[in-house]
């Protein structure tokens, strides 16, 4: 049986680890052919255990030579670009706003907004070349209710999902679809790195009384990116087992 991406040509970026790894992964049982993008080194590991499929890439996804050659690279490996997970982020220091860091404010900036606009700056012109696409950003929930101490880390994703809303009506008419989805807090290094006692508040604070998977953001970024959302463009979807609901 054909899988749900079967010939699509996807570039997953942050795809070394956590809720990236697992994309890239679901991406490929799916049929996808996957260029997984990651500064770390991991991304080598990712390819290898996902076999032919998937091509490991490193890229500092907040330079724009970067992305633009992991952009090319897919193109000219797999023959199109079809799918565009911008998902790399950083969580940045925690401090209160009237003492946070400006170097550290403009490195969350440029990892995790600079790079989803480069995405789709250079993304949206390849995929005009084949008639369309599928553009997946990763916000977070810290969009949509507060965060202190993570003044950068609450601001970017607000801008990720501004952008993702502008550049979807941007494109509609045009073959592109753009979404992003508000992940809750994960279990990934992003939130077990976080102290324990902030952990056991979140858990705690949450209904379903833990955190998520980064298979269960694997399943809403597969359904993004293939065609069983086809009317479904410039929409944020927020999957946080309903902490924001409170």
């Not at 010939?7 to 052919?33: D, L």
């Not at 199109?80 to 220091?93: H, K, R, T, V």
């Not at 490195?107 to 989803?116: I, L, W």
């Not at 939130?191 to 604070?205: H, I, L, R, S, W």
Request: net charge negative; hydrophobic share 45%; proline share 3%.
């Amino acid at each position: 049986m054909a899988g749900r991406l079967q010939g699509k040509v996807a570039v997953v970026t942050g795809a070394g680890s956590g809720m990236g790894k697992a994309i890239a992964a679901r991406f490929c049982r799916e049929g996808a052919s996957v260029l997984a993008v990651d500064i770390s080194g991991e991304q080598e590991e990712v390819a290898r255990a996902l076999g032919d499929q998937c091509l490991a890439h490193q890229a500092d996804v907040s330079q724009s030579r970067d992305v633009q050659a992991m952009l090319a690279k897919a193109r000219d490996q797999f023959g199109s670009l079809d799918i565009l997970c911008n998902n790399a982020a950083i969580q940045g220091p925690l401090a209160p706003t009237g003492e946070y860091d400006e170097a550290a404010f403009d490195k969350v900036m440029a990892v995790n907004v600079r790079s989803v606009f480069l995405g789709m700056r250079y993304g949206i012109p390849l995929m005009l070349e084949s008639g369309g696409g599928s553009i997946v950003n990763t916000a977070s929930m810290a969009n949509v209710v507060a965060f202190p101490q993570l003044v950068a880390y609450c601001g970017s994703k607000g801008a990720v999902a501004a952008m993702t809303k502008t550049a979807a009506v941007e494109y509609a008419d045009q073959g592109i679809r753009i979404n992003c989805f508000s992940p809750g807090s994960i279990e990934t290094a992003m939130f077990t790195n976080m102290p324990q006692e902030y952990q056991d508040k979140v858990v705690a604070a949450n209904p379903v009384k833990r955190v998520g998977r980064p298979e269960e953001i694997a399943d809403l970024a597969l359904f993004l990116a293939s065609d069983e959302s086809t009317f479904i463009t410039g929409t944020e979807i927020v999957i946080d087992g309903g902490y924001t609901s409170l």
